[in-house]
């Protein structure tokens, strides 16, 4: 079985947006600048060339993970429930061992922000938090250890 992504609509559509300036206007302009760099001339001691070579490589590794991921994409509508921590729940948490209180949005792997505390809920953190309700503690299996935290409010 594919695997599934769990995407909002606004993730989703940003995720088509991408994958298609990739393929159309990305791929162009690195498509320009190897042949710019093949005019050159001797292609053996060319770093233009083999760096626009080793960009549109990755290029095309961006592609075809977002063209994957958009196939096998699950929308996840928006949810009012606060009951339980789902995807698209915003958490706050508290820390006792660090002693401080964290807000983690739960999204799927595709719209991970981490300066935002946007995190997956396939982290640690998201996977620990899910189908929890407040007032629960959790126990994170982080790859340096495990911590608990505690669940104060879900949004």
């Known amino acids: 079985m594919a695997d599934q992504f769990y995407m909002t609509q606004k993730g989703y559509e940003e995720a088509v947006k991408q994958l298609d300036y990739l393929t159309k206007v990305k791929r162009a302009e690195i498509v320009e600048r190897i042949q710019e760099a093949r005019s050159h001339g001797d292609l053996s001691e060319n770093a233009e060339y083999d760096a626009a ?35 698209g729940s915003k958490v706050l948490v ?45 126990v994170v299996k982080a790859p340096d250890g495990e911590y608990k935290l505690k669940i104060l409010k879900i949004e």
Request: proline residues 1%; glycine residues 4%.
């Open 53 to 87: 070579r080793n960009e549109q490589a990755a290029n095309e590794g961006e592609i075809a993970e977002l063209d994957y991921k958009i196939k096998n994409a699950v929308i996840i509508s928006e949810n009012e429930d606060t009951s339980t921590v789902h995807i």
């Open 94 to 138: 508290y820390d006792e061992e660090l002693e401080e209180e964290a807000t983690y949005t739960i999204m799927g792997t595709t719209e991970v922000d981490a300066m935002r505390n946007i995190i997956s809920n396939e982290s640690p953190v998201g996977a620990a938090l899910l189908r929890h309700k407040k007032g629960d503690t959790v």
